[in-house]
């Protein structure tokens, strides 16, 4: 809870400078994708080890994290083919193309495969809890991508107590794992 409330903070810390429509058009698919990206890794590592209420993949393509992107990717289609027919959007431009090539290379095939690749090495739940809560360290990682490579302003105060609140719970973390232990 500490760390989704840091997560939380950070990305409301820009309600100030956003119209309320605005948040919620962007902010509401972020919310969707929050539960659905996790649902969908946890899926493809349970489908991997043995959940007897999914199809058992045992292929050794799937061991490779790549593949695992992929696969994910494929599975999304349908969705993202339903919200374009829903949404209708206009075409977007060269600069929203190029931006989206560069979120899909670096997030969306470099991160998620290092990520699953970490994912495909957790044994026990604990490990697997330890790789998701990682996770949440990637908005400080966009923040800090945005303010170098798009100009945007320097964290507010809000975004900053959010940012120690992500640090300090996983933090906690590590900390209650080794007391476990």
Not at 13 to 18: E, L, Q, R
């Amino acid at each position: 809870m500490i760390v989704f409330t840091g997560v939380l903070m950070v990305n409301m810390s820009h309600i100030a400078t956003n119209d309320i429509k605005g948040v919620f058009m962007g902010g509401f698919p972020v919310l969707i994708a929050a539960f659905c990206y996790p649902v969908g890794n946890q899926l493809v590592w349970e489908a991997r080890n043995g959940n007897k209420n999914l199809p058992d993949i045992q292929s050794p393509y799937i061991d490779n994290p790549f593949n695992k992107v992929l696969l994910l990717s494929l599975g999304s289609l349908p969705f993202w083919g339903l919200l374009i027919l829903i949404t209708a959007p206009p075409p977007p431009s060269s600069g929203q193309l190029f931006n989206t090539a560069l979120v899909a290379l670096f997030s969306g095939i470099f991160a998620t495969s290092l990520f699953l690749f970490a994912r495909g090495k957790s044994k026990r739940a604990s490990e697997l809890a330890a790789v998701d809560a990682t996770q949440s360290s990637e908005v400080i990682f966009a923040m800090t991508g945005e303010i170098l490579l798009l100009g945007s302003p320097l964290p507010n105060t809000i975004a900053l107590v959010g940012i120690f609140m992500v640090f300090s719970g996983l933090a906690l973390f590590i900390r209650f794992q080794e007391i476990v232990k």
